[in-house]
Every structure is written in structure tokens, then in C-alpha cells.
């Protein structure tokens, strides 16, 4: 009875294993097709919604009001 038990433990272990080798397998294969650019193209987009990256900006530079110094009375 112990042998059955270690057996069927052994076979779902290896189950296991190799379920998890093959999913990580699918997730590298789809980052390394995602990294290199080889998916298609999205839809254009219009012009309203559109995100542009690059460029360079102006820089922001805020002024506060100088206030007035603590004096002791």
C-alpha cells in the first residue's frame, strides 16, 4: 500500500512539473514574440486619442511668493 502511494505521488509530481515547464514555456515564447516586435501592428489610431512620445518639453518652473520673515516681538 505505501509503494501504490509513493507511485501515485511520484507520477502527480512529474505531472505537475511538467504542466508548469509547458506553461512557462508558452509565456517565454509569447514575451520574447511581444519584446521583439513581431505581433501585428494595432489599428490606427485617431488623432484625438493619440499619446506622442519623444520630444523635448519646456522646462516648468513655479514661483512662490516670498514670505514675509518671523520677527520676534
Given amino acids: 500500500m505505501r509503494g501504490l502511494t509513493l507511485l501515485i505521488a511520484t507520477i502527480l509530481t512529474f505531472g505537475y512539473g511538467f504542466a508548469a515547464q509547458a ?32 520630444g523635448m518639453l519646456e522646462p516648468v518652473t513655479v514661483e512662490v511668493p516670498a514670505q514675509p520673515k518671523c520677527t520676534l516681538t
Fill in 23 to 54: 506553461a512557462m514555456k508558452a509565456d517565454r515564447a509569447e514575451t520574447i514574440r511581444r519584446v521583439a516586435g513581431i505581433t501585428a501592428p494595432a489599428a490606427p489610431i485617431e488623432d484625438v486619442t493619440r499619446v506622442w512620445y519623444g
